[in-house]
């Protein structure tokens, strides 16, 4: 395993895809982050992440920054691997990222504890 990922046991893993696929399903989420809290769940850089998904890298890096207009394929792509398919969701309320919902994680898994130490 890549020494720059920290080891997350696997229950704590679901439940962080768990709140990911929560956060697209309710629109809480941009397609970027959407796309980069993915690549995030896979751990792979996103160089690994784009080469396994057949995109550029530039590509990818477009899409994660929100400054890309992805085609369907493309997103097809990236969603598959994770049993998702492109398709309509109501805009959420709220924008959450990816290092929202494993703060939040971290938060319910060391309830004493805050984000910061």
């Known amino acids: 395993m890549d020494k720059r990922r920290k080891r997350v046991d696997a229950q704590a893993e ?5 709140a990911i696929y929560s956060a697209i ?4 989420m941009s397609v970027g982050q959407a796309v980069a809290a993915m690549r995030r769940i896979s751990k792979l850089t ?3 992440f784009a ?3 057949g995109l550029s890298v530039q590509s990818l890096r ?15 792509k990236v969603a598959g691997i994770f049993g998702l398919q492109v398709g309509f ?5 709220r924008r959450v990222s990816w290092r929202d919902l494993e703060e ?4 319910q898994d060391n309830p004493g504890m805050t984000a910061q130490g």
């Open 89 to 93: 969701v109501p805009k959420g309320m």
């Open 46 to 48: 996103q160089p690994e």
């Open 62 to 76: 477009a899409i994660e920054a929100d400054k890309a207009n992805p085609t369907l394929d493309t997103l097809d």
């Open 14 to 18: 679901s439940a962080l895809r768990t």
């Open 25 to 28: 399903a309710a629109g809480d």
């Open 104 to 107: 939040e994680r971290s938060a």
């Open 51 to 53: 080469k396994h998904r």
